[in-house]
């Protein structure tokens, strides 16, 4: 069976939720989970805003900020 390729958008996602699953106790910024998957981080961005528009994820702002569950 050949390899599975996916759309960037839907890798992003797939790291982002994979992070913060594994960070359940903290906020992850979008700038730790770019740089731990090597993604663009404006693109990780974009994909973060939508899952919180689908309320997937919650967006902590100010110091110290970041996503979590």
Known sequence: MG???L???TMCGLYAVLEL???????ISAAEIASKYAVSINHLAKVL???VRARLVESIRGAGGGYRF
Do not use: F, G, S
């Open 49 to 51: 805003r939508t899952l």
């Open 3 to 5: 390899k599975m390729k």
């Open 21 to 27: 699953a594994a960070h359940p106790d903290r906020q």
């Open 7 to 9: 759309q960037k958008a």
